[in-house]
């Protein structure tokens, strides 16, 4: 059973700080990893989706690397700035099925 | 930008009763999915739905849960008898192809009280 693993658990910087966010997952026979944030009470934004094929995905401020032979990601944010404080949600699809295993998620702060 | 539509945002029902969750997914899309997300805890795979029947489904989705598409646009999930464990928030998704590119709604909150 895949097993997703974030750390840390919660993050709190100075805006304009950039923000490295982990995760890793325990079996590296995956489909794709996807980024998501999560604001409170409402739903999963999708940020970021990188195949198994791939090493990285960058979206403007964003960047996701991928190590799949060692089971690990990390997001970075650069320049961070209040309105980045939100939940952020990593979770791999295997590679025999569609469903996705999410971590617990990094709560990231940025103190304005 | 398509979204997934989820009703209603919050419900409260009483332990034993049925609740039935909406989800208006994205018109192009071919696959469905519900997650659930008790409070405090990680977001969890219940189904998935594909080609008017269920594709995939995890050990929570028992004898107490089922899924339908009833008229080719709703997408809905089935609690038959609520326990106090069904609360949280349940997530519907739908992707046009199978695992990639999911678009998740906004959730419906469920209390069982």
């Known amino acids: 059973k895949q097993e997703v693993t974030q750390i840390p658990a919660a993050l709190s910087v100075p805006e304009g700080e950039n923000l490295v966010l982990n995760c890793s997952f325990t079996d590296s026979a995956i489909y794709n990893l996807q980024w998501f944030r999560q604001d409170p009470g409402k739903g999963l934004t999708s940020l970021l989706l990188i195949q198994s094929s791939q090493r990285e995905q960058t979206s403007g401020r964003l960047n996701a690397s991928l190590d799949k032979s060692s089971g690990r990601s990390t997001l970075y944010i650069a320049a961070s700035q209040p309105g980045d404080s939100a939940t952020y949600l990593c979770?791999?699809?295997?590679?025999?099925?569609?469903?996705?295993?999410f971590g617990a998620g990094t709560t990231v702060t940025v103190r304005a | 930008e398509p979204e997934v539509t989820q009703t209603p945002s919050h419900q409260v029902t009483q332990m034993g009763q049925e609740v039935i969750l909406r989800c208006v997914p994205i018109s192009n899309h071919l696959y469905f999915y519900w997650y659930r997300q008790i409070l405090g805890q990680k977001v969890e795979f219940l189904v998935s739905?594909?080609?008017?029947?269920?594709?995939?489904k995890s050990e929570i989705f028992d004898d107490q849960f089922s899924v339908e598409r009833p008229d080719g646009s709703n997408f809905t999930l089935k609690i038959r008898s609520t326990k106090l464990e069904d609360s949280a928030m349940y997530f519907c998704?739908?992707?046009?192809?199978?695992?990639?590119?999911?678009?998740f709604g906004s959730g419906t909150r469920l209390t069982v009280v």
């Open positions: 998704a739908s992707s046009r192809e199978g695992g990639y590119g999911y678009t």
């Open positions: 739905f594909y080609n008017n029947e269920i594709s995939e």
């Open positions: 979770a791999v699809r295997g590679s025999n099925d569609y469903k996705l295993s």
